[in-house]
């Protein structure tokens, strides 16, 4: 009888320098099609490809490409990218975290959440995070490397499988949201962020023909990536990761505060609304006795007053061993009713989505791929934050 494989590490560290490979996802349409007749194939090939990839079962063969063709077009279109390491459920159900591994051992989570109206997949962009957030787990491992495109597209292109497969309870349904708020600063790695949604949104067959409005792009205020976000032209939802209203105390719980304070991201933030037209969602970690004084929350009601914007508060979900904790639900209500008197629209995070949207952060990929955890755990695993949709 053989031996049991010896369990993976807890965070694994990938070789340096490594490229996962190039996918069909990581190109332009019109770069796959010329790709494809590069390689001695009809173009129409091209659209076959895409369709098969985007809309096709998890499993299926690719008939509409003859057989002798097909495993070289697999081959240098698309090549497997992520492989499912385990999958954890909550909600009876409904929340599925899956740990990815990428082509050199990297580890990343994405999380599906299926509501009554609506089905979110929060996707990493980043393995780990450079961002260095003292409260988030994914800020303590450092950034391992950027996601390709294809990688960031896989994740969803997944999802939307399981979905139509009526993997999640209620049925076959389709993948309505994507939001930006799994492990990473997506726009620390803007390129391949928006080269990967312009596939989410490209029609059928080319891409999800999912709509920019169920696209959450969140971020923790890089300024200039923000700008240029704004003259995309795409009617995103961006969310910015604020957490305090001014500058002394964002300094120490969101470290790029000191290169881009407090004033210069709601400015690009409301440059963005206007632009656009999307309302901006500002989300706001609740810490106690951090950044969850009355004060605090008169002073950020006075800065988004009279705003395009909606605060969303996230009772801050502690990773074991963490100083942080949330705040107390008086705490909770009084800031929320602070930041309410200056007109100001602000929510706070249902139970389930405390327990299983990601936010900008604590998805951490620390997770044994052995040992099943608790939904408990799993819960503890998750970010506090979660989909604006
Ligand atoms: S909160 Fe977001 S930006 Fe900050 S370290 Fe975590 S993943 Fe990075």
Redesign the pocket.
């Known amino acids: 009888m053989s031996a049991a494989p010896p369990p993976l590490p807890l965070v694994w560290t990938p070789p340096r320098g490594a490229k996962p490979p190039t996918h069909l996802a990581d190109l332009t349409i019109e770069q796959v099609g010329a790709a494809v007749v590069a390689a001695g194939h009809p173009s129409y090939r091209a659209e076959q490809l895409s369709r098969h990839y985007f809309h096709a079962g998890v499993d299926q063969e690719l008939t509409a490409v003859p057989r002798v063709a097909r495993e070289a077009l697999r081959e240098q279109f698309l090549p497997p990218l992520l492989t499912e390491v385990h999958e954890r459920v909550a909600d009876r159900g409904t929340t599925r975290k899956t740990l990815w591994r990428a082509f050199d051992g990297t580890l990343i989570e994405s999380v599906l959440m299926r509501y009554p109206d609506r089905a979110t997949i929060c996707v990493s962009s980043q393995a780990g995070?450079?961002?260095?957030?003292p409260?988030?787990?994914?800020?303590q491992g450092g950034l391992n490397r950027n996601l390709s495109a294809g990688e960031i597209v896989d994740q969803v292109v997944r999802a939307a499988k399981s979905m139509r497969a009526g993997d999640l309870p209620g049925g076959p349904g389709r993948l309505s949201n994507v939001v930006f708020m799994g492990?990473?600063?997506p726009l620390a790695n803007y390129n391949r962020v928006l080269t990967a949604i312009r596939r989410m949104l490209a029609p059928t067959p080319n891409g999800l023909g999912m709509s920019a409005r169920g696209i959450t792009v969140?971020t923790?205020g890089l300024v200039p990536a923000i700008h240029r976000l704004t003259d995309e032209g795409l009617a995103l939802t961006l969310a910015v990761?604020l957490h305090a209203p001014d500058d002394e105390l964002r300094d120490t719980l969101?470290p790029?505060n000191t290169r881009w304070p407090v004033r210069e991201v709601l400015d690009a933030a409301w440059r963005y609304a206007d632009v656009t037209g999307r309302r901006v969602s500002i989300e706001y970690a609740l810490i106690r006795d951090v950044n969850d004084s009355e004060q605090r929350a008169d002073q950020l009601g006075a800065l988004l007053a009279g705003r395009l914007t909606h605060v969303n508060v996230i009772p801050l979900n502690p990773t074991p061993g963490s100083k942080w904790d949330a705040s107390s639900p008086r705490a909770q209500s009084l800031f929320v009713d602070a930041v309410r008197a200056h007109g100001v629209a602000i929510t706070v995070r249902d139970t389930r989505g405390r327990e299983i949207d990601g936010?900008?952060?604590?998805l951490a990929a620390s997770v044994t791929a052995t040992a099943p955890r608790s939904e408990t755990a799993l819960a503890l695993d998750l970010a506090a934050t979660g989909p604006t949709a």
């Open positions: 995070c450079g961002m260095a957030c409260f988030c787990a994914t800020g492990m990473g600063e969140s923790v990761s969101v790029v936010a900008c952060g604590q």
